[in-house]
């Protein structure tokens, strides 16, 4: 790789979609910044520079985004996929707990954003959030979370508007991806629309495509990607 070749920064990149964003990514020719909590339990198969750090913390985000303009010099995307879930019954979720995840899952985008437009600018970059599907319809005891994707989706079109026409803001709300390749049975891939669970594969390659030349013409924009789901009336028989 050199240093013409495409920067991408990636929270949450380290496990999941993040990861496989990241190896799409990078096998496509970017370059591959990768920030996370904490560091991957085995070495990532692919070139990278991992950053261990809390991207709630406005601190350790302007360090993040300085150390990418310090040992890069450029950056062309960046994808805002940090996140976690407390599922807990509403009269039980602290305070603390709420904004915990608030911080990292909606927060963190507002701050990353903000550090990372100039460069962005520079690039005529883009932006790709993660969301979910559970900004549109939630389970019970999901409050904190379904809270901040949702934020995640009015933050997106207003970072779009905002910061065009330089930097194009888009976000992917994923429905059921399977993410750690566990048994899967029949029903729960036939209860989709499309005949199977997601694949992070079904994620990156959107996310490439969104922070690429290819969309040039696409911001403010969610694309739900559940193999339906969300399209299928469900009721009791």
């Not at 059921?176 to 594969?201: C, F, K, M, N, Y």
């Not at 924009?221 to 789901?229: A, P, Q, Y």
Request: contains cysteine; hydrophobic residues 45%; proline residues 4%.
């Amino acid at each position: 790789m050199t240093a013409a070749d495409p920067v991408v920064l990636i929270t949450g990149g380290a496990r999941g979609i993040g990861r496989g964003i990241a190896a799409h990514l990078v096998g496509q020719g970017w370059r591959a910044v990768i920030a996370d909590r904490a560091a991957p339990a085995e070495p990532l198969p692919f070139a990278h520079r991992f950053l261990e750090i809390d991207v709630s913390d406005e601190a350790a985000v302007a360090a993040l985004v300085d150390s990418v303009a310090a040992g890069e010099g450029r950056l062309d995307a960046l994808i805002c996929n940090a996140g976690f879930m407390i599922r807990k019954p509403l009269e039980q979720l602290s305070l603390a707990e709420w904004q915990a995840v608030i911080g990292t899952n909606l927060t963190s985008a507002f701050l990353l954003a903000r550090a990372a437009a100039p460069l962005l600018r520079q690039a005529k970059g883009a932006i790709v959030t993660i969301a979910s599907t559970r900004a549109h319809q939630s389970e019970p005891d999901t409050e904190s979370y379904a809270a901040s994707k949702g934020g995640i989706l009015a933050l997106t079109h207003a970072l779009a508007v905002s910061l065009g026409p330089d930097i194009r803001v888009n976000c992917i709300s994923p429905g059921w991806i399977d993410t750690h390749g566990g048994t899967l049975s029949a029903e729960d891939h036939a209860q989709h629309p499309a005949g199977r669970v997601g694949r992070v594969e079904d994620i990156a390659s959107l996310a490439a495509w969104l922070a690429g030349g290819e969309s040039r013409f696409v911001t403010g924009s969610e694309f739900i990607v559940d193999g339906g789901m969300t399209r299928k009336m469900i009721y009791a028989e």
